[in-house]
């Protein structure tokens, strides 16, 4: 049975950072593309940062996230990374893991993706 969890949220003041962690079970995540997506109140899931399974494991980051989260992976662990930087107010959302069978390359659209996890909270205090 595929199970795709993430762990990491909680509760941070603005400015700090926090590292959220994606692993699954009955999945190799190596073999396959990862996705952050997140969803604030009100607002629609967006993609936050993907990365391809292999070769040079190209990645992507959405405009709001570019250089303070950086998505990475433990191939031995098993598990997927993404360490928030200087955090703010906007990063608050539940933070979602997704996996892709097609790993040739990250995916932006979360119709890409085949399997979910339950989600993350992130709240941040100003």
């Known amino acids: 049975q595929v199970r795709v969890e993430e762990s990491g949220g909680g509760l941070v003041q603005a400015g700090s950072s926090l590292t959220l962690s994606c692993t699954a079970s009955g999945l190799t995540l190596s073999d396959l593309a990862v996705g952050w997506f997140r969803q604030a109140p009100g607002k629609e899931r967006s993609i936050v940062s993907a990365l391809a399974c292999c070769g040079d494991y190209p990645s992507y980051y959405s405009d709001s996230v570019k250089g303070r989260f950086t998505i990475s992976r433990d191939d031995a662990k098993n598990t997927v990374y993404l360490q928030m930087s200087g955090l703010n107010s906007e990063d608050a959302a539940v933070y979602y893991c997704?996996?892709?069978?097609?790993?040739?390359?990250?995916?932006?659209?979360?119709?890409?993706?085949?399997?979910w996890g339950q989600g993350t909270q992130v709240a941040v205090s100003s």
């Open positions: 997704a996996v892709a069978n097609d790993g040739s390359t990250y995916w932006i659209d979360d119709y890409e993706y085949d399997y």
